[in-house]
């Protein structure tokens, strides 16, 4: 076999399964689907994280500190696995099917990351313009919706753009549940063409387009957002 | 209780293999980051285009992928052209995990390093410069020794991520913490007690670094701001 072959088997592939069979389409719907509600859900789960480290309660920063750790510390295909054997578990009344389970698995990774991310753009915010603001008379909660957040989103929004990014290259591991995501067209095709590795070539260049086009998307909504600042 | 330190045992087994490809890939990963990071900085448009191509790359597709064409798809390639190549006959499945591992980290540390790079002031090296060292010694000698320091931090970051990602080595036939609480529980299917020993054997492991990581950076603010 030569080069060209390869090529010519991608091609083959590209056209008869991933548009013919239209595969990449579903790939894809998959793919940014559960990459959306993941980071969507996971962005407002992150968002009540960061406000709640911020309590004075504390038995309350305790558990969401541990939360934060133990996600930030153990490998999201892991947390894949044991979200698909508990959360039908917890849920049963629902009878959750297994991309509920993995959309909800990368959903908690993704709240502990964007808590994270929260955080420190918060953190990046000056100190004196806290201070200036309570000097001024601003109560502490006040201060924080009119002065810190609205420049912490700054640096927020651009770093959220990485997450959804990071979160669409970690669907991939969802295939290991046969959601119809792009990973799985690898396992379909595979099994029908017997040519597993053209296949992989057209599931890498997929992602990358994907990964590439938002990224150089969200170059641009940052320079945009940064001229208007 | 009984059952769940055995699950526990049984993913530590895992510790040596995982340790060991992530220690192997922060080498590769910093010495071809580092490289990557000098290309994409020099005058030349090749390699500067050739890196950032690289890098993008990369960046751009799931570590999964890159693992499974490794593994799978170089032995392929090199059978169909008549070349008799197996990755057991070079030290087994574990070498294409390694150079995965180390291939996909260097584009994740030549950003930290050019970044690194790039905090040090210019006046650095425009002093030696003009102290007669060549680019390269000006580099070797001011710059990266004072890059370092900025970038420990962030490359003991890296090492924590990649010991996470090598849990996907599992696909290609490395058998590491998470492969073995898989393989423990498909024969015992003692599904929950599996995988929290998996968990916590990589907490021991990730917690204490990113806590030590924590501390230097702290110790590096307030000596910043003490000077």
Redesign the interface.
Known sequence: ??MGS?FHDMWDIFVEYYIGQGLLWTGIGYTLALSAIAVFFGALLGALLAIGKMSRFKALRFIITAFI??M???????QL??AY??VPMLLTNLNPTPIACVAIGLMLNSAAYVSEIIRSGIDAVDKGQTEAARALGLTSKTTMIKVVMPQAIKNILPALGNEFITII??T??A?NFFVGEL?TT?AVIKGVTFN??PT??D??II??VM??TL?KLMGIAERRMKASA | MGVYLKGFLIACRGIPATVAVSLIAIVIGAAFGLLLALCSQTKSKVLQVLSKVYIDIVRGTPMLVQALIMAYGIPWLLQSWGVGFKWDNFGGMVVPAVIVCGFNSAAYMSEVIRSGIQAIDKGQMEAARSLGMSHGMAMRLVIIPQAVRIILPAFANEFVTLIKETSVLGYVGVVEILRRGQLWNSSSFETFPAYIGVALAYMILTIPLSKAINGYERKMARKESAA
């Open positions: 076999m030569t390869i750790e133990i930030r510390g153990t490998p999201a295909l892991l696995y044991i054997f508990i290259k970690e991939s591991l295939s990973m690898y597993p590795i992989l070539m599931i890498g992602y990358f990964t590439f990224s």
